[in-house]
Structures are given as C-alpha cells and as structure tokens.
T-cell receptor
Framework: DAEITQSPRHKITETGRQVTLACHQT?????MFWYRQDLGHGLRLIHY???????NKGEVSDGYSVSRSNTEDLPLTLESAASSQTSVYFC????????????FGPGTRLTVL | DAKTTQPPSMDCAEGRAANLPCNHS???????VYWYRQIHSQGPQYIIHGLKNNETNEMASLIITEDRKSSTLILPHATLRDTAVYYCIVRPSGGYQKVTFGTGTKLQVIP
C-alpha cells in the first residue's frame, strides 16, 4: 500500500547542529508539506512544494530549508538548530490541485538541547 | 486573524451523535471547508470537505449553512475511538501558504 513515512521518529540534538528530517511518500503526489506542532499553536506550515524543484515558504519558515529533487522526498533541514525548534514535525502530501486531502506522516519528535 | 473559530473542548456520550461546530464568517466564495482529526499524537487524518453543499461519507456528515459562515461536523454514532482533536480549516482554491490548522476542538467520548 502507498504510504508516507518520516525518519527519524525521535531525535535529540544540540543547539547549533544541522539536522535533517526525512519525508518519503509512495503515492506519487506532486504536493508535499512540512508542519510543526507546538502546544497551544495547532499545526503551522513551514514549507511546501508543488513539484520537483519547486519550494515555497510557509508561515514559520525562518531557520528551515527544504529541497525537492524528486517526487517522493522532501527533506527538511534545520541549518543551525535552536531550542525554539523543539517540536513535533509532520510531513504531508496531496495530489495536484487544491481540492485534495492531505495525507500525513506519523511525525518526528525533535528535541534541541 | 484566525479564519475559523471552534470551541476548545466538547464531551459526547458513546453511541450518541457528536456535533462539532465551526465558525468561518470571513469565508470567501472559492474557499472550501475541510475537517481533519488528530488522535493522540498521530498525524492528522482527513475526514471530509465541502464547498457549499452538505456532504456525507463513511466517517461523517458536513452541514454548511446557506450563507457559508458556519458549518457542523456530525459523527452519527460516536465511539471511544473518536476521541481526538478535530480541526476545521478554510482553504482557498489557490495556494497553501495561508492554511492554518488552529487549535481545534478536543472531543472526549465518554463511555
């Protein structure tokens, strides 16, 4: 069955380190998204992509970057991790077009010490 | 500005219908209403969406008022597994950058 996976599921890192969170989907969806979820804030959009070589900033993109070199993967990089980036990160994908549901991965819990 | 307003929490007896309200008074003509839910710390799960007509699927029904300023998600026979946070989202027909999930409604189904 098609699915969306995230790795690692849990990560502890230190302030200032570069961290990359992986997201892989097998639905062949063109649209992919990264969200962070913090208590009291719901889910907030970090970056999104409509296809290969396309990336766009969401509402909380500072300190994060993404690249889309193929349809299946959208890795999220924290260039220099900060304690404020301790959060749960969710990746999602959807078919092309805007009237389509998003499928979410299981999440990655990141702790920055 | 928040695009949707939901009560922070609700209780529902097991086996009864759960009616979750959402206000979206600033919705524009080309914006859809979507509902997702998040069980414990899992990734959100799509439930249903609609533009202006009422919708029903195997999970729930969505009732949108005629002026489209509010909607209600109905779980016809709530079970303990429906305990989750439910998010009402208004999504424009073009672009994802303005989509926010907000804090949703925590639905507790009581035995």
């Amino acid at each position: 069955d098609a699915e969306i996976t995230q790795s690692p599921r849990h990560k502890i890192t230190e302030t200032g380190r570069q961290v990359t969170l992986a997201c892989h989907q097998t639905w062949n969806h063109n649209n992919m998204f990264w969200y962070r979820q913090d208590l009291g804030h719901g889910l907030r959009l970090i970056h999104y992509s409509y296809g290969v070589q396309d990336t766009n900033k969401g509402e909380v993109s500072d300190g994060y970057s993404v690249s889309r070199s193929n349809t299946e993967d959208l890795p999220l990089t924290l260039e220099s991790a900060a304690s404020s980036q301790t959060s749960v990160y969710f990746c999602a994908s959807s078919e092309s077009g805007t009237d389509n549901e998003q499928f979410f991965g299981p999440g990655t819990r990141l702790t920055v010490l | 500005d928040a695009k949707t307003t939901q009560p922070p929490s609700m209780d529902c007896a097991e086996g009864r219908a759960a009616n979750l309200p959402c206000n979206h008074s600033t919705i524009s003509g080309n914006e859809y209403v979507y509902w997702y839910r998040q069980i414990h710390s899992q990734g959100p799960q799509y439930i249903i969406h609609g533009l202006k007509n009422n919708e029903t699927n195997e999970m729930a029904s969505l009732i949108i008022t005629e002026d489209r300023k509010s909607s209600t998600l109905i779980l016809p026979h709530a079970t303990l597994r429906d305990t989750a946070v439910y998010y009402c989202i208004v999504r424009p027909s073009g672009g994802y950058q303005k989509v926010t999930f907000g804090t949703g409604t925590k639905l507790q189904v009581i035995p």
